[in-house]
């Protein structure tokens, strides 16, 4: 299983790696549970055309506002946003994963959420900060139900 994703303060990128040592420890004790390749996507990402099915994982930070009414204006993860729609990639998109910090309320995952409607792909998982093991066994397992 193929992974897209942009972190900017660390935290997405901890998940993805925790998850990718989880996928392979999956994968070790039987062999139809498979591996994960992580892509890092940032500012200075040489964007390319996607050939195979990935899912997207996306930190949310937002200009303020509420996540309502007002305030939902992304930053920082433009880039992502951007490699998406370059070469049309979102179409090999099988889905999103978000995260953010649950104390900002109607904004948590909100941009995941976002290119979720915006591109047409499923929002699948969401996890706060840096997540749990038991997000990481929560979200691999939906991950491989999504994979196709």
Do not use: W
Request: glycine share 6%; charged share 25%; net charge negative.
């Amino acid at each position: 299983m193929n992974i897209l994703y942009i972190s900017i303060s660390g935290n997405t990128r901890a998940f993805a790696k925790h998850l990718a040592e989880y996928a392979k420890t999956q994968h070790e004790r039987n062999a139809d549970f498979p591996e994960i390749s992580l892509k890092e996507i940032h500012e200075n990402s040489d964007f390319e055309k996607e050939t195979e099915p990935f899912f997207t994982f996306v930190p949310t930070y937002l200009d303020g506002g509420n996540g309502l009414d007002n305030g939902d204006t992304e930053i920082l993860t433009e880039t992502m946003r951007e490699y998406l729609e370059y070469e049309e990639n979102h179409k090999l998109c099988l889905g999103v994963v978000g995260s953010g910090n649950k104390n900002f309320n109607n904004q948590y995952c909100l941009t995941a959420k976002q290119y979720a409607q915006r591109f047409g792909f499923p929002f699948l998982a969401d996890y706060e900060l840096r997540g749990t093991p038991a997000d990481v066994a929560r979200v691999y397992q939906i991950l491989v139900e999504n994979h196709k």
